[in-house]
């Protein structure tokens, strides 16, 4: 196959494969969810557990406490740093919101790309701390599995390999691009499958674990 049926395969047929996994991947897990219910609550209503669980979307964004922060001061930096950068770079590079506007018909502002490529160099930075942070502290090194490496490679690489197209680094642009392209149809069809599926169900599982919590008179 040469660079140009490559490139040709990624954007045509290879990319409606991994939107079409993606999509039923997703709605898959989140009929999953639905389907387990919930057991009658028996415990007495003490609280409102709507407003307790809307606080608790917002508020578990930050550190419980200042001794948490200063234990935990390297994962909280990093973590943001990996996110904040990770949604700059997919959603404020203009050619990713055209691509994304092509596909749901959404348009928003996007930044210029030098405050996108600093984003993009960030974002490849906390990974490798956080990566570097797995391996060398005891506790994390003994619960990561196999699964969690290669989240963060599968990650990583359509971070790496556009940050490289976009520079012309290694190999041809066309290589490279379709490269990058691939990498993220990887990463499109591994997310409804994986711990990534956090994503989608972060907010929901916030919200009802506060929810609980409100109605049970507990502070989450």
């Known amino acids: 196959m040469n660079e140009v049926n490559f490139l040709l395969w990624v954007r045509g047929i290879g990319f409606d494969?991994?939107?079409?996994?993606?999509?039923?991947?997703?709605?898959?897990?989140?009929?999953?969810i639905l389907w387990l219910g919930r057991k009658p609550e028996l415990a007495a209503v003490r609280g409102n557990g709507v407003a307790?669980?809307?606080?608790?979307?917002?508020?578990?964004f930050l550190p419980a406490d200042s001794n948490t922060l200063k234990r935990s001061l390297f994962m909280v930096v990093a973590g943001y740093g990996f996110h904040i950068g990770l949604f700059v770079v997919i959603f404020l590079f203009a050619p990713h919101a055209e691509l994304i506007e092509s596909v749901t018909g959404l348009s928003w502002p996007t930044l210029p790309s030098p405050i996108v490529d600093f984003f993009t160099?960030?974002?490849?930075?906390?990974?490798?701390?956080?990566?570097?942070?797995?391996l060398t502290h005891p506790v994390l090194r003994f619960l990561s599995t196999g699964e969690d490496y290669l989240m963060l490679l599968l990650t990583f690489l359509p971070v790496l390999t556009g940050y490289m197209?976009?520079?012309?680094?290694?190999?041809?642009?066309?290589?490279?691009l379709g490269l990058h392209i691939l990498s993220v149809e990887l990463l499109l069809i591994v997310i409804p499958f994986t711990k990534l599926i956090h994503m989608f169900i972060l907010f929901m599982a916030r919200w009802y674990s506060g929810f609980m919590a409100g109605q049970k008179g507990v502070q989450s």
Do not use: D, K, N, Q
């Not at 307790?52 to 578990?60: A, D, E, I, N, P």
């Not at 520079?167 to 490279?176: A, K």
């Open 17 to 32: 494969i991994a939107l079409a996994i993606f999509v039923f991947g997703i709605m898959l897990r989140f009929m999953e």
């Open 52 to 60: 307790s669980g809307m606080r608790t979307v917002f508020s578990r």
């Open 121 to 134: 160099v960030l974002t490849m930075l906390a990974l490798m701390a956080l990566l570097w942070r797995r």
């Open 165 to 176: 197209a976009f520079h012309h680094l290694f190999l041809s642009y066309g290589w490279m």
